[in-house]
């Protein structure tokens, strides 16, 4: 049973005892002079005031509801658990942009073009139609006798979804004269672009909080790498991963692998300078690191018995490509984390949609180690009718 529910009355509930009341104390209160004579409970003033009475006790019970679940750092939410929160000097991460390097590009060598500062690129529209735009932050010129040239690059919008993979990035907004194109490529973030911090992030923080208190505990790293801006998701391996008195702290970011930047301010968070600081821990071989990626290829026929087949086989990709994201994309699929097989059984769920009555594939469980993570390489889904429904 909830709190809610614990403390809750209905409006009906509340109107009952109170006619419970009156009707059971009317002799006696007119015995004392209280009331001149019996009152009429159905209507009138005094059912208007009945009416007035219950309903500012059932608004009542609907704060003392509210407040008792806001009390209470495991059920707090928004607000409440940010004040909750700042009782140890934790706060809720804001977002932040992505910034990457893109290439601007063009078919002959010859001349100088200058690129300006605030041109605009961005991906061709996705599978939901969301189209992610960047701007260029510093003024460049693709130098004569140069095809292509590095541009760094920064998010219009705050959030995660703008850490595209590497080649959405395709198209020039605003036209410059002597560019034929542009492209990111591989690693090309520079920063993680993150979305505000969930209350969920943000409780296990607190709980972490007061776990740390206890020392250089496997609490305490995972507690000092979620301080971070970008880092998503923290395993601490903790026992002697590179021989006795070693730690590795791995870490995934919302771009998925995280960017140098973002471990460098991990380590720098943990380790700090070695001058007063109040971490530092020096009895351990620490090491920051970000898990080691292991290719998965999914291929799979799905029977289908109705339905439109290409809306449920974009269905199906769109889950599985959710299996393998840093930050879950759809409700009620969790990704892959650091350390976690990603097995046959997994992924055939996640294309088990409604109208799917068989899935045929030769996919083999793949086994990650404890620093390894799952990166999708590759997804096929094809389809055919069912024998029989």
Not at 158 to 178: D, K, M, R
Request: charged fraction near 20%; hydrophobic fraction near 45%; aromatic fraction near 6%.
């Amino acid at each position: 049973m909830s709190i809610q529910e614990l403390v809750s009355r209905s409006l009906d509930e509340i109107r009952q005892s109170l006619f419970d009341r009156l009707a059971a104390k009317q002799e006696e209160y007119a015995a004392k002079g209280w009331l001149p004579i019996r009152l009429n409970l159905n209507k009138g003033i005094v059912r208007g005031l009945i009416e007035l009475w219950a309903w500012g006790l059932w608004q009542l019970y609907q704060f003392l509801g509210t407040v008792l679940v806001q009390a209470f750092p495991d059920t707090a939410t928004g607000l409440w658990l940010d004040l909750h929160c700042r009782q140890v000097g934790v706060t809720r991460r804001r977002a932040t942009k992505a910034r990457g390097t893109v290439y601007f590009t063009r078919t002959g060598m010859t001349g100088n073009v200058p690129i300006s500062a605030g041109r605009i690129v961005k991906t061709k529209p996705d599978g939901a139609g969301r189209v992610y735009r960047f701007i260029t932050v510093a003024d460049a010129v693709l130098p004569d006798g140069a095809s292509e040239i590095a541009v760094t690059v920064e998010a219009e919008e705050f959030g995660a979804t703008a850490n595209v993979t590497a080649g959405q990035i395709s198209e020039i907004s605003t036209v410059i004269t002597g560019v034929d194109g542009v492209e990111n490529r591989a690693g090309w973030l520079a920063s993680e672009g993150a979305d505000e911090e969930s209350d969920d992030s943000l409780r296990l923080r607190y709980q972490l909080a007061w776990m740390a208190l206890s020392g250089c505990t496997k609490y305490a790293y995972e507690a000092w790498a979620r301080e971070v801006t970008g880092v998503v998701e923290v395993k601490i391996l903790d026992q002697h991963p590179r021989g006795e008195g070693t730690l590795d702290v791995v870490i995934i970011g919302s771009g998925g692998i995280p960017t140098e930047a973002l471990l460098d301010a991990v380590r720098a968070n943990i380790l700090g300078t070695g001058v007063g600081d109040e971490k530092n821990p020096i009895n351990d071989d620490v090491q920051v690191k970000g898990p080691t990626p292991v290719n998965v290829t999914y291929e799979a026929e799905l029977e289908l018995t109705g339905g439109t087949p290409s809306d449920i086989v974009a269905e199906a990709e769109n889950r599985v490509r959710a299996l393998f994201a840093a930050i879950p994309t759809i409700a009620g699929i969790s990704s892959l984390g650091v350390g976690q097989d990603a097995t046959r059984d997994r992924l055939n769920w996640a294309v088990m949609l409604p109208m799917v009555k068989r899935v045929n594939t030769d996919f083999v469980d793949v086994s990650i180690p404890q620093d390894g993570i799952a990166v999708l390489a590759g997804v096929t889904i094809t389809w055919a009718w069912a024998s029989e429904a």
